[in-house]
């Protein structure tokens, strides 16, 4: 083996000590130059919306009157049967009542039921309900469940799924509950005859009336991940909100103690107030539909389907 002259082997000692207090120097400024990775953000998507009835063809009939003919869907294996209105992205809105005219008790949503509240609950899909039970519940949020449920289809199939409410209140109320089919998807909703070709996608927004906007932006927030939303002010509906962009979420809070969202919240606590349905034509939708009340929110126009005919239940299309 050869062996180097002392005085290169010292230099090539010195130049290799530079070189590792360079590169040590070098990870150390990347490292504070990141910052902490932070949670990820999740993805939500409406599965359903639900409209709390005490009789179910009022309803039926008041979403007809404005071109939202429904489909029967047939009775639940609780005290509720229902109908629907079935979307071209998957999503639909979900008509419910008790099978008996004046018998609630055994539902989750009795007291929304019996006084007509009109919009009551939401639900997103989960491919493993019990997995996204425990990451909610290790974030310290209540959950109840999963339980089944079912439902038995006018053509007598059963669909059947797994539900799990989030969060206090009713299911659905601030967070929505979780979903997990056990039957095709497709058994359980189909796009409805009256919105196909209409340019309607389905449900894109549920505003939520909330009581403490800091503590519900909070728990979105915690359970998500999601960044700080966007605040806007809109008197012509009565209240303060929030927006989590590219989210199917919209916060409301009471302008003024006088307000109609006011007596809601007091009347039915927290819980969704109104659904807005996605488009790809605006114009159209407009013209079909008759829509009134033209509004902007968070940059885009908001349509409103004839209150008067609706009468409970607010229902608008936002553009894109």
Same mark, same amino acid.
């Given at each position: 083996?050869?062996?180097?002259?002392?005085?290169?082997?010292?230099?090539?000692?010195?130049?290799?000590?530079?070189?590792?207090?360079?590169?040590?120097?070098?990870?150390?400024?990347?490292?504070?130059?990141? $910052?902490? +990775?932070? @949670?990820?953000?999740?993805?939500?998507? *409406?599965?359903?919306? !639900?409209?709390?009835?005490?009789?179910?063809? %009022?309803?039926?009939?008041?979403?007809?009157?404005?071109?939202?003919?429904?489909?029967?869907?047939?009775?639940?294996?609780?005290?509720?049967?229902?109908?629907?209105?079935?979307?071209?992205?998957?999503?639909?809105?979900?008509?419910?009542?008790?099978?008996?005219?004046?018998?609630?008790?055994?539902?989750?949503?009795?007291?929304?039921?019996?006084?007509?509240?009109?919009?009551?609950?939401?639900?997103?899909?989960?491919?493993?309900?019990?997995?996204?039970?425990?990451?909610?519940?290790?974030?310290?949020?209540?959950?109840?469940?999963?339980? $089944?449920? +079912?439902? @038995?289809?006018?053509?007598?199939?059963? *669909?059947?799924?797994? !539900?799990?409410?989030?969060?206090?209140?009713? %299911?659905?109320?601030?967070?929505?509950?979780?979903?997990?089919?056990?039957?095709?998807?497709?058994?359980?909703?189909?796009?409805?005859?009256?919105?196909?070709?209409?340019?309607?996608?389905?449900?894109?927004?549920?505003?939520?009336?909330?009581?403490?906007?800091?503590?519900?932006?909070?728990?979105?927030?915690?359970?998500?991940?999601?960044?700080?939303?966007?605040?806007?002010?809109?008197?012509?509906?009565?209240?303060?909100?929030?927006?989590?962009?590219?989210?199917?979420?919209?916060?409301?809070?009471?302008l003024d103690q006088g307000s109609w969202l006011t007596r809601r919240l007091q009347d039915f606590g927290e819980s969704?107030?109104?659904?807005?349905?996605?488009?790809?034509?605006?114009?159209?939708?407009?013209?079909?539909?008759?829509?009134?009340?033209?509004?902007?929110?968070?940059?885009?126009?908001?349509?409103?389907?004839?209150?008067?005919?609706?009468?409970?239940?607010?229902?608008?299309?936002?553009?894109?």
């Amino acid at each position: 083996m050869l062996s180097l002259p002392a005085k290169q082997t010292r230099m090539q000692r010195t130049s290799l000590t530079i070189f590792l207090v360079m590169m040590m120097a070098g990870l150390f400024s990347a490292a504070v130059a990141q $910052p902490p +990775s932070s @949670k990820p953000s999740m993805q939500l998507r *409406v599965d359903h919306a !639900t409209v709390c009835a005490s009789e179910l063809e %009022p309803m039926r009939q008041a979403l007809a009157s404005v071109g939202l003919a429904t489909d029967y869907g047939g009775p639940h294996a609780s005290v509720t049967h229902m109908a629907l209105l079935g979307f071209e992205d998957g999503s639909y809105l979900e008509l419910i009542a008790p099978q008996k005219p004046g018998e609630f008790e055994g539902s989750g949503w009795a007291k929304l039921m019996a006084r007509d509240a009109g919009a009551c609950a939401w639900a997103v899909g989960a491919a493993d309900i019990k997995a996204e039970a425990a990451r909610l519940k290790n974030l310290g949020i209540e959950i109840e469940g999963p339980n $089944p449920g +079912s439902r @038995k289809r006018p053509d007598g199939k059963v *669909v059947e799924w797994e !539900t799990a409410r989030i969060g206090p209140g009713t %299911p659905g109320a601030t967070l929505p509950f979780i979903i997990q089919d056990h039957t095709p998807r497709d058994l359980r909703v189909r796009p409805s005859a009256s919105v196909k070709g209409s340019g309607l996608t389905g449900i894109e927004v549920v505003v939520l009336g909330v009581k403490d906007m800091d503590a519900a932006i909070a728990l979105f927030r915690k359970a998500y991940g999601w960044s700080a939303p966007s605040i806007e002010e809109h008197k012509e509906f009565g209240a303060k909100m929030a927006h989590f962009s590219g989210t199917p979420v919209m916060l409301a809070a009471p302008l003024d103690q006088g307000s109609w969202l006011t007596r809601r919240l007091q009347d039915f606590g927290e819980s969704p107030v109104a659904y807005l349905l996605g488009t790809t034509d605006p114009g159209a939708a407009s013209k079909r539909y008759g829509l009134t009340a033209q509004t902007r929110w968070f940059g885009r126009n908001v349509g409103w389907f004839d209150s008067g005919k609706l009468k409970t239940v607010k229902l608008a299309v936002i553009a894109p």
